[in-house]
């Protein structure tokens, strides 16, 4: 799907890009001997990682033939963007797949032909296997996770080989990249151990998972070059009906997913840290969004603290102004928005025509450009809260309410 508003999102990533990397070489140049400047230096940075973070998440996902792996991306994302088959092998070559939706990219997805396949998959593959597929894409980029799905019956049939595969592609990241890939087994189709026709929350049922997650974990633990990659195995049931559409949404009373958010979970945790706000956003799990823009809400105020405690000079542009800013776009972006002016704008305007507006919001909204007078560089952190509580609100909270109501 066309990506609305790149232009207006490129351009303010590069302003605040520019900015921030500006005021970070001014701020370095001040000396040490003023009064909080090396944590204001550290803040900065730490923003500026998060902004360098605004992408999407790349998540490698490679399984023996029929795990799963396409219903567990539909899963994760809560809509149908990856095709399926019930009987036949259907993924063949081995590519990182823009997943998107009517905004913009939410995640790039490796994608691969299953591995043990008895024939040919529906989709074609000029590469003669499925590893020589995948490590031809790994070189391509760098994955920021690597899921290994088994599936939950599975665990003792002809893993080895499996597992041989697997090795390979953490070894081919660590050439490639010189990066250690943070590796998380996921054991699929849990819904179907036995005892059949039982809830996965059924106490039996829940001590077969337990088994299969433990073996799991032990056989690749045993092998000594993923020992060092492995996180932890995630027992998780993908199946879901779906609108059969470009990203059709689950249909009413057919969501027989279980535990896709640990899964999620996990690999927030695990992967890099600016890759977790983009796996909070392509999720979009409201919870775990609201956490990425609090903690990026706290970062900032406590930036306009300091730049409002510390004088800052040789600055022609108010620095809490690009700061709060940025705070606004950042939470519009986790939420699903374009990280533009455009997200700046739309907290103007709610925040302007609130009837019975909260102190926050009349606080707030004297800051906000286009509403009343300009963000000053004396702007205290209690205006930066109050502008990132406004935009929380907006963008995330009345989303959650609305959820529970429904």
């Not at 905004?103 to 989709?123: F, K, S, Y």
């Not at 990280?339 to 302007?352: I, K, P, R, W």
Request: aromatic share 6%; charged share 20%; hydrophobic share 45%.
């Amino acid at each position: 799907m066309p990506i609305n508003g790149t232009s207006s999102q490129d351009t303010a990533l590069e302003n605040s890009s520019i900015f921030l990397t500006n005021l970070i070489k001014i701020v370095q140049a001040c000396p040490r001997s003023v009064p909080g400047i090396q944590n204001l230096s550290e803040r900065l940075n730490n923003i500026r990682d998060a902004l360098d973070g605004l992408r999407p998440p790349r998540i490698a996902i490679v399984g023996r033939c029929k795990a799963g792996k396409s219903s567990l991306i539909n899963a994760i994302i809560g809509a149908y963007v990856a095709d399926t088959h019930d009987f036949l092998p259907m993924t063949g070559e081995a590519k990182w797949i823009d997943y998107r939706n009517s905004t913009d990219q939410l995640v790039e997805i490796l994608d691969t032909r299953g591995l043990q396949e008895a024939e040919q998959p529906l989709q074609k593959d000029s590469a003669s296997d499925p590893l020589s597929s995948i490590l031809y894409a790994v070189k391509a980029k760098c994955p920021d996770v690597l899921l290994f799905l088994c599936e939950a019956s599975q665990v003792h049939v002809a893993i080895d080989a499996d597992l041989d595969v697997c090795e390979e592609i953490v070894s081919a990241v660590k050439k490639y990249h010189s990066c250690n890939i943070s590796l998380i087994g996921v054991l699929t189709k849990c819904d179907l151990l036995s005892p059949p026709q039982l809830s996965v929350t059924h106490e039996r049922k829940q001590r077969s998972i337990q088994e299969q997650k433990t073996r799991l974990f032990s056989r690749l633990q045993q092998r000594e070059t993923l020992r060092q990659y492995l996180k932890q195995v995630v027992p998780v049931a993908c199946y879901a009906e779906y609108e059969r559409v470009p990203f059709g949404l689950i249909m009413p009373n057919e969501d027989f997913r279980w535990n896709i958010d640990e899964l999620i979970d996990v690999m927030m945790r695990y992967t890099p840290r600016e890759a977790r706000g983009g796996i909070a956003r392509m999720a979009g799990i409201k919870e775990f969004q609201l956490t990425c823009a609090r903690t990026m809400q706290a970062a900032c105020v406590a930036v306009s603290a300091a730049l409002a405690a510390v004088p800052i000079p040789f600055l022609d542009i108010a620095p809490v102004a690009v700061i709060q800013s940025f705070m606004v776009m950042y939470i519009g972006w986790i939420a699903g928005r374009s990280f533009s002016s455009d997200t700046l704008q739309e907290v103007a305007q709610v925040a302007s025509t609130a009837v019975g507006a909260d102190l926050a919001i009349r606080v707030a909204v004297r800051f906000i450009p286009g509403i009343g007078s300009v963000i000053s560089a004396t702007a205290t952190a209690a205006a930066t809260q109050g502008i990132g509580d406004v935009a929380i609100r907006i963008f995330l909270q009345q989303n959650i309410e609305e959820s529970n109501n429904g």
